[in-house]
């Protein structure tokens, strides 16, 4: 709230009388920006055109934006001829799941740590904090042998399980509940209510930019999460967005079209999510930075 | 606001819940995701890594099976070609979860048999299913056993082949008046005709891929290598015979292709380089036999032969498609014959695969007269004589780290990186390095 | 259940306390033991024995054996070398310019989330759809790239084969694919900027560009410092791009470590010798780290 604020401040007219020079330092950088912006679109529009043209037109030299027809074969044939509908389906059941489950456990494991002084709370934080370091792939091996001694491979739970467990979720809760006055905890103890219902009915409502943080990131990382689905499923149609689509690069040959057909349609849930949620996107992200 | 952004969370939230409770409930395979439906018996899994053209052949076999025998349901699943493959199918055998039945390159065979992965099949079994040794090509046959015993059914045998464009051969005139390609005996010969060729495109003379595709150098460099009669690991990969000069002069003379005499690209990948033989720019292509429908589906004027055998004896690096049965730890008969039917039905359906190209290792088709009509087919499938494996070892075979260490030194020199000589030392040096790796199997 | 914790609350605190913060911790507790801290124990002990991941059980007890050949390994080390160079030539491009974009952003009063939709919406998509678009851009002779340079006269340029280009084409890639992140950060920083400094420094006579040198850039210190930050960090675990694009080649050229680990382990299926690589990795990644943070905390109070 206060970044958008602060946005609409930022957005007011400049000083009436700003002198020529000024202005056409802005202009210069407006155009500057937007040049880049244009080059910085290049490779998803590149990719869009060649996925509408017809399959001849896309190994044509020289190389052209321009087709002579354009055509959507390329998408009917990957939504046919692949299980993406069920890899969309996947990731979705997967990605929602580790998400309300990060959101839930991780806000409640730094609201312990930041507001609950027990013995021991240093170490658990440092255990927690060495967790954001270990890169997650080296683990690997000895997760999937675990999952599949619980005989979990293949299975949503071996997908959603280890993505839970995000050490960087509880630290982003704990930074922020570490920046909230005590007063307002103190007060609602006072009122006699247990530490729970202060959790539930105070801090948790108040914690909305970081649970939209967490949660936005949550979503991503777990939608985008190439190595571990790869590993643990194996049948097509128990993969994930980004493992399918692994798969099925292989398999066109000389189709580019089809390829980027299938690379459209990869990135467009996730691009649509951005432009439903942009605004709670940017400010989960600035909240994480500026704490 | 703020009420806003809740509610529309707890939407999309609830839509997802929702959505899952009603696909968990109506279809089968998010139930399964969940655990919650056990996949019922009675159906045969099989893993198999064939994609593209040959992957759209082999869903057509499989529906025909399926129509064949519609009391069996078939569990079909791709993966990706390469090593991921193999990974995938050893940890799904050793966690106990493994298909009923499998796809397996034969040149595989040395480390998947004595790692135990595999469940060993007897003649008995076979003949119940009206399969014996007579019926199956005696080269992949005989891959198929490892210590005597037989572990792996083949399909097919899919050799290095050349292709060539018959139109620029006749303007180049290298075709003989049957319109077949004339043959090549000599290192000197073939860079003439692709000389020939590459004057009539204006591109290239020849269509090789060097880039991110360690394999294809490979084929090349072994087809080379044992032409010349050199030999690279003894004892099972336990030991090396590699002999250098022998690699030198392959090196030496693939890189004249590229680098010396710029006959073919030196920095297409695979995709641009069947693109560029589809759109004509070279006259010749050197590949497995696999993209014969491709370049018919692209229409243009091509024929194949076998490989040139340029520096002596006849020899041309190919690996064979096998079905494997995963070893269980609790042996299951009617699983195996599940497996045994449905390995049968692909046999018979040999003619379909034959017509991706691949040379059918079932006598029926091989010996049928169906087959012999199958152009251009036919032309190549004399190669299945003159055919050699990856040197048989624990670390090799399709899309293994010996193939790819091997495949990016020779990729490296005809990309120019590096020079024949710092190839082959490189080649020595990873030989030594994989023979001298305790073995994990 | 309240009733009882407010008797117990009452009745001393301490060991109240530790219920409630058991009660919390426990579900991430649980899952993060069982799924983090247990697979980083096992990987541990394997890397003590030749652990293949075709054969059952720890096989031979191998000692020291497995770190005694990783530190002898030249692969080993050319390949920590390959994930060193990848976040040197990553870091300052996904700082500098996500900066300087989000400074010349900021000239714009209306229309800004244009501009944060095209540089940040790349940041959302899988690295698989990113390897595919960027792999058909670069692909020889008819890819986009080597297409204009025909039009132009060029000739192709070898992307995948040349090692100096492969680890150039992957840059790009990342630049393109993660600067977002960066560029939204800044841009939330400059927004915490007070207007009343320009303003002063407006009536002082600053021109905007002297505004931006002398108080904008420092003030977004902080920023920098985490954006620094976190970008080695995330840098030094790459392996998706470089995987999917090249293979870890050509030749090996840009193979980083964490591919390393995943070939040892999975192609060779040696599990055992991958954990001591793993572990070795992970030593030297929090030893960098934690230089790092030191030495950008150390820039960061100066300013």
Redesign the interface.
Known sequence: MA?IE??Q???A???AGADW??RL??LA??A??TV??LV?????A??VD?SIKPEAA??V????WFSATYTLDAYWQVLSGSAIAHWYVNSAITSALITVSTV???S??G???SR????G?GV?LW??LA?I???????????F??VDALHLVNTYWAVI??Q??T?IA?FIFKQFFDGIPRELEDAARID??????V?RSVWLPLARPAVSAVAIFAF?WS??N??WPLVTVTSTSMMT???G??TV?GAYGIH?AE??G??VL??LP??L???LF?RQ??AG??TT??K | MVRGTLTRRRFLAGCATAGGALAASACGWPAQGFGLAAPSGGVLTYWNLFGGGDGVRMVAMQDAFGRQRPDISLDATTLTWG??YY?KL??AT?GGAPPDVAIMHLARMPQLAP?G?LRPLSDDELARHGMSAQDFAPNPWQQSHSNGRLYAIPLDTHPFTLYYNTDVGRKAGLLADDGSLLPLTSPGALLAAFDAARRVTGQFGLAIS???D?ATPWRAFLTFYTQLGGEMLRDNGAGVVFDRAHALTVLEFLRELTIGRSLA?????Y??TV??FASQGAGFYWEGEWEVTTFQTARIPFDMAPFPAVFGRAAIQADSHSFVIPRLEHDDPERLDRALIFIRSMLDQSQTWAEGGHIPAWRPTLDSAAYRALKPQAHYASAADSVVYDPPAW?SGSG??FE?AMG??I??VM?G??GPAAGAD?MLAALERLAG??S?? | ??GN??TLSRAGG?P???V??T???L???V??A???????L??LV?SFF?T?????GLSDFAGLDNYRQVLTSGDFWASVGHTVLFTVLTTPPLVAIALL?A????????G??????????????????VF??????Y??????I???L??VGGG?I?W????RLAMAAVVLMTV?WTLG?NF??Y??????IP?ELY?AA?VDGA???HQIWSITVPLLGR?TT?VAVLQV?AS??V??QIY????G????ATRPA?EY???V???????GY??AV?VV??LI??AI?AVWFRIVRRQEREA
């Open positions: 970044v602060r946005t401040q930022a957005a007219p400049a000083r020079a000024t330092f802005d950088c407006i500057v920006v880049l912006a910085w679109i290049v490779p998803l590149w990719a060649t896309t190994t030299l020289p190389t052209t839930l456990f991780a409640m494991a609201y312990a740590l609950v002084p027990f013995r709370r658990v255990v927690i967790g370091m270990v890169p997650g792939q080296i683990l690997i091996v000895p997760l042998l675990e399980l280890p839970v467990a050490p509880v006699g209510a247990s530490w729970f219902r959790y991503v939608w985008n190439f190595l967005i980004p493992v689509l692994g690069q580019y390829v980027m299938s690379a990869g990135g996730l691009l999510v951005f432009l942009q996107i940017v992200i600035a930075g500026l | 090593n991921p990974t050893s940890m050793l790692a992965l060097t880039a991110n360690p690209p030196s920095n297409f990948d995709g641009s693109a560029l670390y293994s780290d790819v990016s030194a990729a490296a990309n990186t590096l490189q790796t305790a994990p199997v | 259940m309240p914790v407010l301490a109240a306390r530790s409630v913060a009660g919390m911790l579900p991430f507790g899952l993060y069982l799924f983090l801290v247990l697979p980083s096992y990987a394997m030749q293949s991941l075709v054969r059952p974009l400074l010349l952003a900021d000239r714009l009063r209306h800004r989330w244009v501009y944060r939709l095209v540089f940040f919406a790349p940041y959302v998509l899988p690295s698989t759809v595919l678009i960027f792999s058909w851009m692909t020889p002779g008819i890819g986009l080597d297409g204009y025909a039009r192709p070898s995948l084969t040349d090692p393109w992140f939204v950060l841009l939330a920083g400059l927004q915490d207007r303003d407006e021109r905007r560009w920023t985490l960090i030094l675990k392996f998706d999917l694009l090249l293979g080649g050509p030749n090996y964490i680990i995943y070939d382990g999975f192609t060779s299926y040696r599990v991958a954990s793993a990795f992970f990644v929090l780290s």
